[in-house]
Every structure is written in C-alpha cells, then in structure tokens.
C-alpha cells in the first residue's frame, strides 16, 4: 500500500516538473514575441549531493547558490533519517 502511494507522488511530482517546463518555455516564447526584455536564466545539475551550477548572470547564479544549498541539505537529512529513526 505504501508503495503504491510513493510511486504516485512521485509520478504526479514528475508530471508537475514537466508541467512547469512547458509553462516556462511558452511563456518565454510569448515574452519574446511581444518584442521584450533580456533573456536571463541558469541551471543546476545535482549529482548526487553535489551541485554544478551555471547561469548568465550573476543574480541567477546567486538565486541558484541559496537552491542549490536548500537542496543539498534537503538531500542529506533525507539521506540520514532511516539511519535516525533506528
């Protein structure tokens, strides 16, 4: 039972990521169709607790710095609480 429940969040976590993507992308599309703005953005590949981050400016980067820790804690405490519930 509890198995089938993480499979379907995980699979509905999946689903709202590409949600996400495609709303990003057309949105874009429509910024730069009404003729605007500058294309800013950046990324972060996690590789286990390690993060690669890349960006095209410095607020970006910055913005992904503070994820890219959230994240790496986040994946630690998950990563330590079966061993603490013992």
């Known amino acids: 039972?509890?198995?089938n429940l993480l499979y379907s969040?995980?699979?509905?976590?999946?689903?709202?990521?590409f949600g996400v993507a495609?709303?990003?992308?057309?949105?874009a599309i429509l910024k730069s169709a009404r003729g605007g703005g500058r294309a800013r953005g950046g990324g972060v590949v996690?590789?286990?607790?390690?993060?690669i981050i890349f960006g095209t400016d410095k607020e970006s980067?910055?913005?992904?710095?503070a994820l890219a820790i959230v994240l790496?804690?986040?994946?630690v405490a998950l990563t330590l609480l079966p061993i603490l519930w013992r």
């Open 22 to 27: 495609i709303l990003a992308f057309i949105v």
């Open 1 to 3: 039972m509890a198995d």
């Open 61 to 65: 980067v910055r913005v992904l710095v």
């Open 72 to 75: 790496m804690i986040v994946f």
């Open 46 to 51: 996690m590789i286990g607790p390690v993060p």
């Open 9 to 17: 969040i995980g699979f509905l976590l999946v689903l709202a990521g």
